[in-house]
């Protein structure tokens, strides 16, 4: 059972675009909502982070809406550059540390 | 400050082989993991230890063993390597054993068992 559904799987934009990427989820449990910026070779590496008490959060050109009523919530990336060309993770946890992934979402940047 | 250090890099394997992979950190965090990533599926909890002594099983513990006698080093043991176990594997540690904390990844070992 997908605890944390991603989509989408990949995603082409043009350089000034702004990227989306959604996840939804089903356990009312969980608290934590982080994602993860992984490059070719590299492990995952934190990029945002959101509690359920905010419905926005914002870091340089990244932002997280979050909605608890409809248990989802999505990375949007400003002004898109060639260098944000990532694999990005969703996650949820809740407790303990026992973080669910999504299946991540592959973006390819063009100039 | 290294992080998290996972060795080796890269490991060919025969079916039926056994290896253990090395995960090290130098953070002082309580909470250590192991994750496979496959195509498709994302990242899956293996194994987790929420302080020395204490380990527990994750989405997918057949196959792998862990112990963890130290705060720093996580191994994670393959018994009897099959193809199905050719992935990358990643290591993370966080501070917190209580969730709220992001990890930190090593930058995984790309296994192959032929």
């Known amino acids: 059972q997908q605890q944390v559904k991603q989509s989408p799987q990949s995603l082409i934009v043009q350089k000034g675009g702004i990227p989306i990427i959604n996840c939804a989820y089903e356990?009312?449990?969980?608290?934590?909502f982080p994602w993860y910026q992984q490059f070719p070779g590299k492990g995952p590496a934190l990029l945002i982070a959101?509690?359920?008490?905010?419905s926005e959060k914002k870091e340089g050109r990244f932002t997280i809406s979050f909605n608890k009523s409809a248990k989802q919530f999505s990375l949007h990336i400003m002004d898109s550059q060639p260098g944000d060309s990532a694999t990005y993770f969703c996650?949820?946890?809740?407790?303990?540390?026992?973080?669910?992934f999504g299946i991540g979402t592959k973006l390819q940047v063009i100039p | 400050n290294a992080g998290v250090t996972q060795t080796p890099k890269f490991q060919v394997l025969k079916t039926g082989q056994s290896m253990t992979l090395q995960c090290a950190q130098d953070?002082?965090?309580?909470?250590m993991s192991w994750y496979r990533q496959d195509p498709g599926m994302g990242l899956r909890l293996i194994h987790y230890?929420?302080?020395?002594?204490?380990?527990d099983q994750g989405e997918v513990p057949n196959g792998y063993n862990v112990s963890r006698s130290t705060t720093e080093d996580f191994p994670l043991r393959l018994l009897s390597a099959a193809p199905s176990q050719t992935s990358v594997y990643f290591c993370?540690?966080?501070?917190?054993?209580?969730?709220?904390?992001?990890?930190?990844f090593g930058d995984g070992t790309r296994l192959s068992i032929l």
């Open positions: 993370a540690s966080s501070y917190s054993v209580t969730g709220g904390q992001p990890q930190h």
């Open positions: 356990n009312t449990a969980f608290d934590y």
């Open positions: 996650a949820a946890s809740g407790g303990y540390q026992k973080v669910t």
């Open positions: 959101i509690r359920p008490d905010v």
């Open positions: 230890s929420v302080g020395a002594g204490i380990t």
């Open positions: 953070m002082n965090h309580e909470y």
